[in-house]
């Protein structure tokens, strides 16, 4: 039977170096031959799997950025067409109805009286002391007993026998069923486009307090004496 037969080099030598039968120097040698050895195995069974997961991990992130690309370009172009939509909607609006338009509704606003000019129902409001209950009463008494006349500067298509477009003029009477719309905005919505206390102001707007404030005086009888 072999003796120290469960001895393996390395422990061998170890023994040997304690027992002063081998230097130390001779023993670094070989454990670093042995490991010299042993390093261009480790090294390519190591160098091919990194570069497999960095090849799978360059992918997956491409993959990701294109997919957030894709995404963001339905984004894009849903917003669009969301926007396309608002405006053709924006556009259904008028401050200058004509004779021949349908009308739905109407909806106070409040802007720059400048950039109000060809608007047919408008009034002026400026600092005043009329709370905003009152004022909404003389602006709508306004609008109502308002006879609008069409801005030069607005070109209206001809309806009739001699027009060339297919359009046909209302049965009702356009003026009268703008009234009909404005009576019908609630009082809230107009109140909440003013800021009070204001004043009221518009051409005739004063004429007509005055005149229906006024009331016809009696004649006075000549006594004779």
Avoid at 85 to 90: E, I
């Amino acid at each position: 039977m072999k003796k120290y037969a469960d001895q393996d080099e390395d422990e061998r030598l170890l023994r040997l170096a304690a027992l002063g039968h081998v230097k130390v120097a001779e023993l670094t040698e070989a454990g670093e031959n042995d490991k010299e050895d042993e390093t261009p195995a480790n090294d390519e069974t190591e160098d091919a799997t990194p570069s497999e997961a960095g090849t799978s991990v360059v992918d997956d992130e491409k993959e990701a950025i294109y997919a957030l690309h894709r995404e963001r370009k339905a984004q894009l172009q849903e917003q669009e067409e969301e926007e396309a939509q608002n405006a053709a909607f924006l556009d259904s609006f008028t401050g200058t109805p004509l004779p021949n338009d349908l009308l739905l509704f109407a909806m106070p606003v409040c802007a720059p009286y400048s950039t109000l000019a060809l608007y047919t129902y408008k009034v002026k409001l400026t600092p005043g002391s009329q709370k905003k209950g009152k004022a909404v009463q003389f602006a709508v008494d306004h609008f109502l007993n308002l006879k609008p006349k069409i801005s030069s500067a607005i070109k209206v298509t001809p309806v009739g026998e001699d027009a060339t477009t297919d359009e046909v003029t209302p049965d009702v009477d356009p003026i009268e069923a703008q009234k009909e719309l404005i009576k019908c905005v609630p009082e809230a919505d107009l109140v909440g486009c003013m800021v009070g206390p204001v004043k009221v102001s518009a051409p005739g707007l004063s004429t007509a307090k005055k005149g229906g404030n006024n009331k016809p005086k009696k004649a006075h009888k000549n006594k004779s004496t």
